[in-house]
Structures are given as structure tokens and as C-alpha cells.
């Protein structure tokens, strides 16, 4: 079954606690991307890549990090988490650059909680 | 700057009824994508529809029925005979041609309650 791969599903940490969010898919897809939502706001871009070793930031990276070392993972990586990144986080995956109508895939979205 | 308008941030309607969703859109650009989601309450994303700036013919899909209308900068999604596993919180997207990120621009979602 095609699909995006969260883990995990909620985790709670306190604040300055390293975490990864973990993001696997199995479609073959060059494009991953990273989104946050928060009540009201809708989903905002946290981190894109393009394909392997490639990887720019969305509308909101500070405080984030990402790798693509392979094609179908992309990790997210809180260094410092603080209380302001608590939020549900979705991975997505679709078809590389060009391919603008192509609808992103969402994982089943990680809910954090930094205390 | 392109940006996503859903007014309605929360709708409450009894089962059966119809219910028409609104999104507007602002861009510049001549060629975009709009896509639509529904997020259900276990809170995964699901895909809906995609319509091309290009294609404003309307689609009904069972009791789905989108209205793309270019004049306006609107993509309104209306459920006929709606029912309760409609409730859910439904998000309306832009995406523009060439954007570096292959980004999803999205409304603020339109939360649908529908009562039984």
C-alpha cells in the first residue's frame, strides 16, 4: 500500500530535549516536505527537499532541522525544542519539481507537546 | 504573495442537508493548482480534489461537487445530502506554478459539524 510513514504518532517532551521525527514513504517520490498546523493557521512549510542531499526551508524553519539521506526518509529534528512547537506535524511526499499538479500525500501526522 | 481565505471557520448542519463550502484564493500568476482535503477527526490528511487554473469545468464526484469559478477567485466545494462521517475539518490549497518549494499555500480550514 502506497503510503507516508510518521513516527511517532504523539510524543510529549520537555523544553531542550532533542527529538526526531522519523518519515518514510514508499512511492518513489523525489519531493518530502514538512508542515506544522496550528488552530487557525492552517498548515505552514517547514522544510522541503527536492530530492536526496537537497533540502531548503519552508515558511517556518527556525527551530527545525531536516536530512535526506536517502530518497524515502526525512526526519525532522527538533535540537531545542521549546513550548512554541507544540503542534501536529505532517510529512508529505510527492512527485518531484515540475510536477505542480501532482497532490501532496500526507503521513497520519505526529502531535507534539513540549511542557 | 499568493494566500488561501476559508470564512467559515466552523459550519453545523443536520444530516441530509447541503452545505457549500467557501474558498477564495489571491495570486498573480495565470497558472496554479487548487486542491482540496479533508482532515476527519482521527486527524490524517486526505486528498480530495485537484483542479488546474486552465480547467474551470466543475467536477461532481458522488455527493461532492466543486464550483471553480477564475472571475471571482473562488473554489467552493459543496456536499449534497450530507451525512455524519461528512464532519470533519476541510482545507482548501493553492500552489503555484514554478514555486521553488513546491509549496502548498493553505486556507485556514472550515471545521463541518453535521448532526444526525
Known amino acids: 500500500e502506497a503510503q507516508v510513514t510518521q513516527n511517532p504518532r504523539y510524543l510529549i517532551t520537555v523544553t531542550g530535549k532533542k527529538l526526531t521525527v522519523t518519515c518514510s514513504q514508499n512511492?518513489?517520490?523525489?519531493?518530502m516536505s514538512w508542515y506544522r498546523q496550528d488552530p487557525g493557521l492552517g498548515l505552514r512549510q517547514i522544510y522541503y527537499?527536492?530530492?536526496?542531499?537537497?533540502?531548503d526551508k519552508g515558511d517556518v524553519p527556525e527551530g527545525y532541522k531536516v536530512s535526506r539521506k536517502e530518497k524515502r526518509n526525512f526526519p525532522l529534528i527538533l535540537e531545542s525544542p521549546s513550548p512554541n512547537q507544540t503542534s501536529l506535524y505532517f510529512c508529505?511526499?510527492?512527485?518531484?519539481?515540475?510536477?505542480?499538479?501532482?497532490?501532496?500525500?500526507f503521513g497520519n501526522g505526529t502531535r507534539l507537546t513540549v511542557t | 504573495a499568493q494566500k488561501v481565505t476559508q470564512a467559515q471557520t466552523e459550519i453545523s448542519v443536520v444530516e441530509k442537508e447541503d452545505v457549500t463550502l467557501d474558498c477564495v484564493y489571491e495570486?498573480?500568476?495565470?497558472?496554479?493548482?487548487l486542491f482540496w482535503y479533508k482532515q476527519p477527526p482521527s486527524g490524517e490528511l486526505v486528498f480530495l480534489i485537484r483542479?488546474?487554473?486552465?480547467?474551470?469545468q466543475n467536477e461532481i464526484s458522488g455527493r461532492y461537487s466543486w464550483n471553480f469559478q477564475k472571475s471571482t477567485s473562488s473554489f467552493n466545494f459543496t456536499i449534497t445530502a450530507s451525512q455524519v462521517v461528512d464532519s470533519a475539518v476541510y482545507f482548501c490549497?493553492?500552489?503555484?506554478?514554478?514555486?521553488?518549494?513546491?509549496?502548498?499555500?493553505f486556507g485556514g480550514g472550515t471545521r463541518l459539524m453535521v448532526k444526525p
Open positions: 512511492m518513489n517520490h523525489e519531493y
Open positions: 508529505a511526499s510527492s512527485l518531484g519539481m515540475g510536477a505542480y499538479n501532482s497532490p501532496l500525500h
Open positions: 483542479r488546474n487554473s486552465f480547467d474551470e
Open positions: 527537499s527536492m530530492n536526496v542531499e537537497v533540502t
Open positions: 490549497a493553492l500552489r503555484m506554478n514554478n514555486n521553488a518549494g513546491n509549496m502548498l499555500t
Open positions: 495570486t498573480r500568476d495565470t497558472t496554479y493548482y
